[in-house]
């Protein structure tokens, strides 16, 4: 069986984001304008650096493009039409940059997605033939993922729906360095803003432009 080694969980493709949040590997938003009020869009920064050291609490994610993001949680070419909706995409938790130059972070991106599966997908996952008859195999196999925080699967016609919560863990640590308005967090790159007691922190993951706020 196939399931467990794909990217299941929603939102898996941003996994350790935050310690390894440079290295644009999509089309970009550029760096004009201000943003980060939430919900998607282009997501720009004004990237204007400052002392990001303290420790920063999350209190809003902008994701540009959330259904490309959640695209990447099911990676079987069969399954490429699974993900109909995205929906309740935001982050939680801390992310600490300290004055000795280490970075920890206990961010936690959570999202609801919603996936039609068809006989093809179900096949190319290793679960069954038929979407329809095998659905609760697939909610069982779903509920096994560990980033997977609920999920209710039903027979639609011949296909299989689920709705699927998760929680994606970003807990990690490293070593950090500022260049004008740029932090390097283990060997990777984003832009930055510190303004008062707000930090804006941007990367880009699948395509798509994620642009967190933080505050002290």
């Keep these: 069986m196939r399931l ?18 440079g290295g644009d590997d999509g089309d970009g938003d550029g760096a004009a304008g201000k943003g980060g009020s939430g919900g998607s869009g282009k997501c720009p920064i004004d990237a204007c650096g400052g002392d990001p050291a303290g420790t920063w609490k999350v209190n809003n994610l902008c994701v540009s493009d959330e259904q ?7 990676n079987q070419a069969a399954c490429s039409s699974a993900l109909q909706s995205v ?13 000795d130059k280490n970075a920890m972070s206990t961010i936690v991106v959570s999202g609801t997605g919603k996936f039609s599966f068809t006989d093809g997908c179900v096949k ?36 299989c729906d689920c709705t699927i919560t998760s929680d994606i863990s970003l807990a990690g640590n490293g070593s ?6 740029q932090v390097t967090v283990n060997g990777l790159t ?8 707000t930090l804006e922190l941007q990367a880009t993951r699948s395509g798509t432009t994620l642009l967190f706020t933080l505050s002290k």
């Design 4 to 21: 467990r080694a794909t990217r299941l969980g929603v939102l898996a493709a941003v996994t350790g984001l935050l310690l390894a949040c």
């Design 68 to 74: 490309k993001l959640f695209a990447a949680t099911v």
């Design 87 to 99: 929906d309740n995409v935001s982050g939680s938790g801390e992310y600490k940059l300290g004055a």
């Design 124 to 159: 190319a996952l290793g679960i069954g033939q038929t979407a329809a008859t095998d659905c609760a195999k697939i909610e069982g196999e779903f509920k096994k993922e560990s980033a997977v925080k609920s999920v209710t699967c039903a027979a639609a016609g011949s296909n």
């Design 176 to 181: 950090y360095t500022v260049s004008g308005n």
């Design 190 to 197: 984003s832009p930055f803003c510190v303004e008062g007691n």
